[in-house]
């Protein structure tokens, strides 16, 4: 379940409540990783999908931009560590 910080600003109305997610640093990192794979890989798709007749090297061309995206977004979050 997720975490959230309460956090009391009072005004002149009274007391007023804000949530914040805490999350590890983890999930963080998934929900950009999966935004930008998924723009890049759209965009990688649908270039090649217009300039190339063969669907297969479309498919392998996903595939290898997924690997390259993983291992470039996951070598990102290891030299971003403490």
């Known amino acids: 379940m997720a975490?959230?910080?309460q956090n009391a600003m009072a005004s002149d109305n009274g007391e007023h409540l804000e949530a914040h997610f805490t999350a590890s640093d983890i999930i963080k990192d998934i929900v950009i990783g999966m935004a930008d794979g998924?723009?890049?890989l759209f965009?990688?798709?649908?270039?090649?999908?217009?300039?190339?007749?063969?669907?297969n090297?479309?498919?392998v061309a996903g595939f290898a931009g997924i690997a390259a995206g993983s291992i470039a977004m996951?070598?990102?979050?290891y030299l971003d560590g403490p």
């Open 3 to 5: 975490k959230f910080q």
């Open 38 to 40: 998924l723009t890049v």
């Open 74 to 77: 996951g070598l990102g979050g």
């Open 57 to 59: 090297l479309v498919v």
């Open 43 to 55: 965009a990688l798709a649908a270039g090649l999908s217009g300039t190339l007749s063969n669907s």
